[in-house]
């Protein structure tokens, strides 16, 4: 196009060269002709089309062809429109006969569909019929579906039944699968309880019920057969009882009752066993053919202690072998026992006391509860043989050992089968009646000491009684026994007491008390206070290296001691004070004393009077003859004083108590001496007297020979030299 472009423009044919016209309007076409050419896009799809089949065709750019150009392609569009009317021309011929065919299938459909409706109506009710019956034979094929699965769920077969039902055939594995599966079908009858028809639910329910009934009965007597023919001594215990016992729990009153025949079984067995221990060890069961080692226990009937504790360990030992016995049925499978029993309370509700109490299954407590129903007969047999050897004995220390014994099996058994067994409250029943026979024997021996008087009269070296060593003997043997024991090892009660403190009430404190009251046929205060400190001290000395006794009875008997000790220093004091003479000073200068304690207290009142020591010459204790006199008994008394305070009480069963209240009475008596020395001392100052007159001998001789004017004049006497002794004298002297 371009090439076409240049050669008109080189040809003076384009017409913006015309000569014709005017030189601005050839210039603007020209313009307008560059600009559009120039502006055409060769990217249009018409341009590229055109150039494609300008390529197609062969054609050269040259004029000839540029002329041709136009007038070939109109030729070919002509040609090409001829070529398409020819071939429309015999495409209308072909629709033509289309047309007419069509024609004619609509003709054929229109008959075939009067046939075909003719034809629908003829086989309609035919179409119905089968439809319907279809519905009903699929309906039927749902419900013969349903009817198999049901009957196959719901419905056990008859041999099944006769197997778990029938007492001819055996408890196996069989038994118990056919039982799983009646009871499976018992729940699931609830289900059809939910629907609308619940005739069916029932009678089904009704019908498992018979079997699950017949099946459990039919277990009681399994077991019950079983149990009687059970060896316990076996350490393998079937499996078949131990899964019977685990299903048969889930039902409660069938469960106890079998646990009821086992008991009474086992009762009769180890009752028998019991009898043949006490009489027949080597023929009872048990025994080994010709073991004549092992004797009756009835061989040792004259020693209550070893026989009752023979007993006792017979008991434990069959205790023991019971429980180990029965465990594998009871702890070993408890879980799924509780399981079973809470199932059982389900379909027994009446088993449930209380609606809101909670029954569970305990194993272990059933075990206990087990173990102590088998030995109830045992248990009768043993409480009255202990009872009727207690009731027979006479020795309290024995009737004490036998308590104790008891009491260790009680701690024993309360370990192995629960501290509210029966077993445990039987011990207690013989502890209790052991105990009560332990307190009559001690009340009759203090009884009959009580009107023996020759018992009470007190031993002439004011030892203790012999019936109180007597009783200490009995109760140091009681004190060990408890030692040796584990209710030693008891802890103390809030009160303070121990397991032993009830025994100290009985075994000691009424001794006590009657070796106190025998003291009272003793006249002399001093004999009566050495004889009752010789009793607390033996008693003491008694209980003091048991812990557990000393607890409770020592600090009343130390602070009984104290007071007699107290009492016994004021004895001793006393006797110092009138053997040395020093009594008569003292009381002659009491007045004095309690009237200085009143000035000395009144000191700050002006207008009270002062005491007058010079007025103590006045006194007859002071007056030269009395007071030489004190002073020569005193003089006596000092080489032999230590030893005489120490034989004053020398009967005292204890030297350092004897030594410590004789030092402590030495001690008041020189308090007592400075004190007489003190007034003394300041009635001579009182008196004016400084200075020694003479000595006593002078002054009692001059006295006799001078004249009473004389006299007068030479009664000025020293009190000092009449009495001159000093503390420190005394107390190097009684050191």
Known sequence: MTSYLNASASNGSSPALSPLSPPTQRSTALSNRLTSVLSASYADSDIR??????????????????RQLRLDVQKEVIDCNAEIVRDFGKVAEQLKRIGGVIKTLNQTCDDMRKHIGLAKQETAPVLDEATALMTHKRDTETKQQLLDAFSKHFLVPEEELLALTSSEEPVDDRFFDILARVKQVHHD???????????????LMELSTRHLTSAYQKLYRWIQKEFQSLNLEDPRISSSIRRALRVLAERPSLFHNCLDFFAEAREYVLSDAFHYALTDAVSGPGAGAGDHTVKPIEFSAHDPLRYIGDMLAWVHSTTVSEREALEALFVSDGEELAQGFQ????????FRIDENEEVAFDGHKALSDLVNRDLSGVSRSLQQRVELVIQG?????????????????????????GPKSELVELMQTLE?????????????????????????????????????????????????????????????????????????HVALDPFLTLARSSSDELKDATTKTIYRTNILLVARAAIAPFTFASATHNNPISTAL???????????????????????????????SKTLTESESDANKPDQQKPQLADLTSLPAFQPTSLITSSQKLDDFLPSALMDATDHIKRVQSASLIQSVTEDAIEAFCCDFEFVEGMIIAADEARGMTQNLGTAESVLSGRSRRTDDEAQKEDQWSLRTLFPRTTGEIRVLLS
Not at 343 to 350: D, F, I, N, R, Y
Not at 434 to 443: A, D, I, P, V, W
């Open 343 to 350: 199932a059982g309370l389900v379909s027994e509700p009446w």
């Open 189 to 203: 009858c609830e289900l059809l309880l939910g629907g609308e028809n619940q005739r069916l639910g029932l009678e």
């Open 393 to 417: 004995h006479d020795d309290p220390v024995t009737c004490y050992k036998v308590f104790n014994l008891l009491s260790f099996y009680r701690t024993t058994f309360s370990k192995l089968v």
């Open 49 to 66: 089309d055109s150039l494609e089949t300008l390529s197609i065709r062969g054609v050269h750019n040259s004029p000839e062809t540029r």
């Open 562 to 592: 104290s007071t007699l000790r107290t009492n016994l220093l004021d004895h001793q004091h006393q006797f110092l004070l009138e053997t040395s003479g020093l009594q008569v000073l003292l009381e002659a200068l009491e007045p004095f």
């Open 432 to 504: 209790k009646f052991t105990f009560g026979k332990f307190e009559t024997l001690m009340r009759d021996q203090v009884t009959a000491l009580s009107s023996d008087n020759l018992a009470l009269t007190p031993p002439a070296d004011l030892s203790p009684p012999e019936f109180l060593l007597d009783a200490l003997d009995s109760l140091v043997s009681l004190l060990k026994t408890y030692e040796a024991s584990v209710g030693s090892e008891d802890s103390e009660e809030s009160s303070g007491e121990n397991g032993f403190t009830p025994v100290l």
